[in-house]
């Protein structure tokens, strides 16, 4: 039998994303065939007790307060990032510094100059990186980029995409980092998820007529007294893709009874497609050559058919979710490390997503067009 090489993982923060991250890693090691085994061997977070904690019901052998532990221990070959916005250049570039692989949770960075120091410094060492952009990877977006690809749907018209939630609905909440300029606002959170889809599925976005908002102008601070909020609450813009197509993206956050919709519909000359992430393992394609009286939007469910569908269900529609497409990511990752093909999504692609949401931002402020 031939003995696998050990990639050992240092993550810094046990929140949201990294619970979803230590539970990627565990299942892309079963459902996938990688040419690398995994050590889960450090976790750092804010304090020891938070790190301790986290690490002995993650299954991390080692916790330290002190996130620095990660990127000058030897012993860690990928630095995981799920901390706040604003610390993910600072930390990236010092473990590009000393050498690690670098994933990352978007956006990459709060500045499109900062994500462009970060890409840079990476290439520049020759490490692999990966920006947390796990919707892409769901079996059914990669079937309509196909399906897209390959003329379905005729010539691209139209396009609308929308990533809203709720989670800032409620104005007493308190102001948290996302509420920080450096934390980018809705649109940042998650209009990035928009864009990024966007562009998987049409090609690069080349103009861009922006609009953010600001709803809730100010948050009780936990300490007391309230606090200004400047970011906005809801991002939108009207876009111009290269290939002629035309459409609408928006990043919302105050989408009240809006737990995860992250949605796409496209429209071509010879049919559509509508995506929702509520029903993340459905595909819905309307074809103009349907009989007269037989046609609407028929649902394509998620099967083995679909790789990498099979690797985590034999059985069609019985679904996966959301934690299996980080497993998705995570797997493409650690092969892309091992040399067996590219990152799914880069730090340079994460540059590219910063790049539209300031091109936004600006077009919000100056009121008209921008190439991007």
């Not at 993650?58 to 901390?83: C, M, Q």
């Not at 139209?158 to 709720?166: L, M, T, V």
Request: glycine residues 10%; negative net charge; contains cysteine.
């Amino acid at each position: 039998m031939i003995r696998k090489p050990t990639l050992s993982i240092g993550l810094i923060g046990s929140g949201f994303m990294g619970k979803a991250h230590v539970f990627g890693f565990a299942t892309a090691q079963k459902v996938f065939d990688i040419p690398a085994k995994v050590n889960l061997h450090t976790l750092a977070d804010i304090d020891q007790q938070t790190a301790k904690s986290a690490a002995d019901e993650f299954g991390f052998k080692n916790s330290t307060d002190n996130w620095r532990d990660l990127v000058n221990n030897p012993e860690i070959d990928i630095i995981d990032i799920t901390a706040p916005n604003a610390l993910h250049k600072e930390m990236a570039l010092e473990a590009i510094s000393a050498s690690k692989h670098v994933y990352c949770e978007k956006p990459l960075a709060p500045l499109f100059s900062d994500a462009l120091e970060m890409t840079n410094a990476a290439e520049k060492m020759g490490v692999k990186t990966q920006v947390g952009f796990n919707y892409l990877c769901n079996p059914m977006i990669t079937l309509a980029k196909e399906m897209i690809a390959s003329g379905e749907l005729g010539e691209i018209r139209s396009y609308r995409g929308i990533h809203a939630e709720d989670y800032m609905s409620n104005a007493s909440d308190p102001f948290t980092f996302r509420h920080d300029q450096a934390g980018g606002g809705a649109l940042a959170d998650l209009g990035s998820h928009a864009l990024a889809t966007a562009e998987f599925l049409l090609g690069e976005i080349k103009e861009v007529m922006g609009d953010c908002i600001n709803l809730i102008s100010e948050r009780p601070e936990i300490g007391g007294g309230n606090k200004a909020v400047q970011v906005d609450d809801i991002g939108r813009a009207f876009v111009r893709f290269s290939n002629g197509a035309s459409g609408y993206v928006e990043g919302n956050w105050v989408a009240t009874g809006r737990k995860m919709q992250h949605d796409f519909e496209v429209h071509g000359s010879k049919g559509a497609l509508f995506f929702t992430q509520e029903r993340l393992n459905e595909l819905h394609f309307y074809s103009t050559k349907d009989a007269g009286g037989r046609r609407g939007f028929r649902k394509i469910e998620a099967a083995p058919d679909h790789y990498p569908y099979g690797n985590f269900c034999v059985a069609p529609g019985h679904q996966i979710g959301f934690n299996d497409l980080k497993a998705i990511e995570i797997a493409g990752y650690l092969n892309a490390i091992m040399g067996n093909g590219p990152e799914p999504f880069s730090f340079r692609q994460g540059m590219r997503i910063q790049h539209l949401i300031e091109k936004i931002q600006k077009s919000s402020t100056t009121r008209r067009w921008l190439s991007v």
